[in-house]
């Protein structure tokens, strides 16, 4: 299993930017698909996650601004962040978890987001 992502880059406080994800490789149909985020000197932490029916988590930090969806016939998660601010600069990690189907946990590569004040 493979994980592209793309979208990340430089925005202005309250800007707007939209990262995707594409899983290819042999994916258990059950999974959640989702977004974790790492500043400089802090831990990797969960952003937003969507299962294989829809059901959506986001951190509390994000919540209102941010809407992560995906499309299943296309094995893709997106993350679409408003009104952005500095300290949502990170680098962030597309992840598809599979080990509720006794599968693995995957990683992207990750893309920078910087949001400048």
């Known amino acids: 299993v493979q994980l592209q992502a793309c979208g990340g880059g430089l925005v202005q406080a309250g800007g707007s930017l939209r990262l995707s994800c594409v899983a290819s490789?042999?994916?258990?149909?059950?999974?959640?698909m989702g977004w974790y985020r790492q500043a400089p000197g802090k831990q990797r932490e969960l952003v937003a996650a969507?299962?294989?029916?829809?059901?959506?988590n986001y951190a509390a930090s994000v919540k209102g601004r941010f809407t992560c969806s995906r499309d299943n016939t296309k094995n893709t998660v997106y993350l679409q962040m408003n009104s952005l601010k500095p300290e949502d600069t990170a680098v962030y990690y597309c992840?598809?978890?599979?080990?509720?189907?006794?599968?693995?946990?995957?990683w992207g590569k990750g893309t920078q987001v910087t949001v400048s004040s």
């Open positions: 490789g042999n994916i258990f149909s059950s999974n959640t």
């Open positions: 992840n598809l978890d599979t080990s509720r189907s006794g599968g693995m946990n995957y």
């Open positions: 969507v299962d294989s029916f829809g059901s959506t």
